[in-house]
């Protein structure tokens, strides 16, 4: 009887580490996992698009003269100037439908993704995706063709003067030939899971040199115990709620903070970026959150005996776990060192 139930607890601790690799290899891929619970305390709302939540697309599209793709502004409070594609998703869209019908109303073409370039954030109330693009259709938009969403399209070498609406697009087709010259990260697009709140799901990792081999590196990841502080069911990544005016890179801090108490001013915490998206937005009310699969690192900001070791944790909601596949260590450990991660700001 003992012998049976100490086998039957190895294989289900052993099923239970085959799924969590599992998990983590397509948060790697860039896939997505459905939001069943979450880590916070705070109470669950659904955000409803255009009440509670923002979402602004925008297009990084250039020909093979390496001239960027512009639209002329029909807005009152910004007639004449130019910009990137751009605007607000609607309801009952995908990213990238929103993404496709902006491009095709304010400069005349269709659109085809390559990968999102950039997340941008004020709080949740306010998230712009960046992509880069390439046109697979349609024609430039003329001045005969003016209308309320753009007066006219043009590519732009980039050189020649042209009022801009704002600066800050600069940054955004730097980024975009930056990617077409080194793509240091693997091309990315939003997943179809739903999600009715945004939310973060943290692969939040300490990692410290083997003392018996200083060349190779051990890897633990923060795992969440599930609600009732249940340790023993099944091991998953944490997942958090974003409050109102809360970026991404806080709601770590704040968790950490929260988990860390302790230790948590000997400590830092880095943000490394964002491994995949999740939308769907597809019932009002229900589907329009957004998970974001993030990238975060801890470390000890100070050397000593302890650093060995991750962080003490305060209380009995998450745990820490070393990774034993050799193979998922060496993804993470690729993905921290050579900042292969969409970017986030």
């Known amino acids: 009887m003992c012998t049976f ?156 003067h042209l009022p801009l609406r704002k600066r800050d697009i600069l940054s955004l087709i730097d980024a975009g030939i930056k990617y077409r010259q080194n793509q240091w990260f693997p091309a990315l697009q939003p997943v179809d899971v739903p999600c009715h709140v945004i939310c973060q799901r943290l692969l939040l990792a300490f990692m410290a040199s083997n003392g018996e081999n200083s060349e190779e590196e051990r890897v633990w990841l923060l795992l969440s115990n599930g609600k009732g502080n249940n340790v023993s069911s099944h091991p998953c990544l944490p997942v958090r709620m974003s409050g109102k005016r809360c970026p991404l890179p806080w709601s770590a801090l704040r968790m950490v903070n929260e988990c860390m108490s302790s230790s948590y001013d000997r400590l830092n915490v880095n943000m490394c970026g964002i491994l995949g998206v999740q939308h769907n937005g597809r019932v009002l009310g229900k589907t329009d959150g957004i998970c974001f699969n993030t990238l975060v690192l801890v470390k000890h900001s100070e050397e000593g005996p302890e650093t060995s070791n991750p962080p003490t944790l305060d209380g009995h909601c998450y745990r820490w776990h070393e990774l034993t596949n050799q193979s998922m260590r060496v993804k993470i450990l690729q993905r921290i060192k050579e900042g292969t991660v969409l970017p986030v700001s």
């Open 5 to 160: 139930g100490f086998i039957s607890t190895t294989c289900s601790i052993m099923d239970s580490m085959g799924i969590l690799e599992e998990d983590l290899e397509k948060i790697l891929m860039g896939g997505g996992l459905e939001v069943r619970e979450f880590d916070s305390a705070n109470e669950v709302q659904p955000v409803t698009l255009g009440k509670d939540v923002c979402y602004i697309v925008c297009a990084v599209i250039f020909n093979s003269k390496d001239e960027v793709l512009m639209v002329q502004e029909a807005k009152r409070e910004c007639y004449g100037t130019w910009y990137l594609p751009a605007g607000r998703m609607e309801r009952g869209e995908s990213i990238i439908e929103a993404l496709q019908r902006e491009v095709k109303e304010e400069a005349g073409v269709d659109c085809q993704p390559i990968t999102m370039l950039l997340v941008q954030e004020q709080g949740p109330q306010w998230i712009r995706f960046i992509f880069l693009a390439d046109v697979t259709g349609g024609s430039l938009k003329t001045k005969a063709e003016a209308d309320e969403e753009s007066l006219q399209a043009q590519w732009w070498d980039r050189e020649s």
